[in-house]
């Protein structure tokens, strides 16, 4: 019998069941999934997604936090903000989710080889850089100065704070912290994250900059980097989320522009879509 | 205290005072002297006198906001490069913020009445200094407006 759906179509559509490991809680409103694929194999680059069904409720884009290389796991952090995301954070160990992916564009790491990497996350948008960052640090001679810049909003919203402090400490790699509002007792900076950009040594004319967090972040970001380091549109990278529903550039829903969010990105370059930050609605 | 050779040493390697011809730069050294602190120290209060201008040469500095029976609120933080007040600057000469080390700390003190005179005295360096302070008062206004903004209240 004809279909009108293609039978590869149909198979990238299937949820895989994959088992709750651990749930753990980051935030107060930020969790981790470790997830167990049926095979024990799952592969992936930095910066790609999944879609995660919660069974019965629905399915959601999640960015992978985990390495690449390293675990036999998959981690998804997800923040709780609707239907979906709830249902998740409800799940226990041995529960099961489906997951479809990894999906999307990733980061241009091999890119970036030769040249210093300015990691810059703002609050939840550190997750889908850390695959970056453990990437950098696994692949430590393939780029130059590695530096992670990260803001949030308090002292009590920084995710991943135990890695972060550690990262710290290394000395192969820059990392700074700021938040937006703190009181007496904070001795870290306060302030938006751009702020950080001043305090580090790279050289603009050999750097490519990862950028994920809120979208206005994100513009403001690109945009000091353009203005006051010289940076290119080309060498500055962000992760874009949008409604996305298939994940493989059927349905149409993550529109942005003339681009599909899923198939083309997530991660775009600054001048694929910078253009498009400043259209109201799209 | 240091000789004014070494001041000026250590000005010219700011980013701040790139550019300046080498008499400007004696007038500036002449009003300054280093100093340090160490970690919590309270460098001035807010509402107290503003006799001074710093800059920062190593360590951090918190500008605080005392909030009415709460905690004191950190506003921003300044580091090495950046320069530290503007009260000085304008009547009456009141801090808007206290400033408090979060580190030891090593800054460029510099005497307010001195360096408004000499400002006064030689119009080129009073306007030419006004200009970076503007620049640098801009930048920390959009700094603080994106911070207003609240990024990170709605993120995906």
Known sequence: ?282 | MMDIDTLMTTLGGQKFFEGLEPEQMVVLASTAEEVEYGTGVEIFDEGGHADAAYLILEGGVALELDVSHRAHHIVQTLHEGEVLGWGWLFPPHRWSFGARTLEPTRVVRFDAVQLRAAWEADCGLGYEMMKRFAEVMTSRLKATRLQLVDFYGNTH
């Open chain 1, 1 to 282: 019998m004809a279909t009108l759906i293609e039978p590869a179509v149909i198979d990238q559509m299937t949820p895989i069941p994959f088992k709750v490991r651990s749930v753990r809680e980051e935030l107060s409103h930020t969790f981790t999934l470790e997830l167990e694929p049926p095979n024990g194999d799952f592969t992936f680059e930095p910066g790609q997604f999944t879609m995660v069904y919660a069974f019965g409720i629905g399915e959601v884009p999640i960015s992978i936090s985990s390495s690449a290389t390293r675990e036999a796991t998959l981690l998804q952090t997800i923040r709780r903000t609707g239907a979906v995301t709830h249902a998740l954070g409800t799940l226990k160990s041995g529960d099961y989710v489906g997951i479809r992916g990894p999906y999307g564009r990733p980061w241009p790491m091999k890119e970036a080889k030769g040249r210093d990497l300015l990691i810059i996350g703002g609050g939840i948008g550190l997750a889908p850089l850390r695959p970056a960052i453990y990437h950098a640090m696994e692949n430590r001679d393939d780029y130059e100065r590695v530096v992670v810049l990260y803001g949030t909003r308090t002292p009590d919203d920084i995710l991943f704070e135990t890695e972060l402090r550690r990262w710290g400490d290394r000395t192969d790699i820059t990392t700074l912290i700021t938040v937006d509002a703190a009181d007496r007792g904070w001795y870290g900076a306060v302030g938006v994250v751009t702020r950080l950009i001043g305090r580090v040594g790279f050289d603009p004319s050999n750097a490519t900059a990862l950028v994920c967090g809120p979208e206005i972040m994100m513009t403001v970001t690109a945009e000091r980097l353009m203005e006051g380091y010289s940076m290119k549109p080309q060498s500055i990278y962000v992760t874009m989320e949008r409604n996305m529903k298939c994940g493989i550039g059927v349905c149409g829903h993550c529109q942005f522009g003339s681009k599909f969010i899923c198939t083309d990105g997530a991660v775009f370059s600054f001048d694929e879509v910078g253009h498009l930050f400043d259209i109201k609605g799209v």
